[in-house]
């Protein structure tokens, strides 16, 4: 669980290996923008202090949460990318649509993963509020983006053993 006031995003650069060579796709859900695009920019922030050129990094955006699933599955068809960031933000609301997004798309993304040889990393921020959301993409508590552009560098190097 997060703390109060701690950044979570703060890693060790010289953990994370060399991107220079790795293509990344992103998929960004165009539903709550102003999380989002903060989260987007956070991952693109990140790729790029570890090496990753703006070149080797497409952006693809779809109108929710629950499209990324479609998206990045399209992206792993027809772009030859080391890692895809699946990119969104859902706000607990007053129905159970919520859960049926929020399931509906982390399963998604998974079975991208057991699916395919590309590796699909979970961005989706699930919040309650819109100030949880704010707080972790760029807020008093990181930017998830960074974590995931961490993990997808991760994950890219990973592939290529």
């Not at 650069?13 to 989002?36: C, L, Y």
Request: with cysteine; glycine share 8%; net charge neutral.
């Amino acid at each position: 669980m997060a703390t109060v006031n701690k950044n979570l995003s703060i890693y060790d650069k010289a953990t994370i290996p060399n991107a220079k060579d790795f293509r990344f796709g992103i998929v960004v859900s165009e539903w709550n923008e102003n999380i989002t695009e903060g989260l987007c920019k956070g991952a693109i922030a990140a790729l790029t202090e570890n090496g990753v050129t703006e070149a080797n990094i497409i952006r693809w955006d779809v109108p929710g949460s629950y499209e990324l699933v479609y998206g990045a599955k399209r992206m792993l068809q027809t772009q030859n990318v080391d890692a895809i960031i699946a990119i969104g933000s859902v706000i607990q609301g007053e129905t159970k649509h919520f859960d049926f997004v929020c399931s509906a798309t982390a399963h998604g993304i998974k079975d991208l993963n057991v699916n395919h040889n590309t590796p699909v990393i979970f961005c989706v921020l699930t919040d309650n509020t819109l100030q949880q959301a704010i707080d972790r993409s760029g807020g008093i508590h990181g930017n998830k983006g960074v974590e995931a552009a961490v993990a997808a560098i991760k994950m890219a190097a990973l592939r290529k053993l």
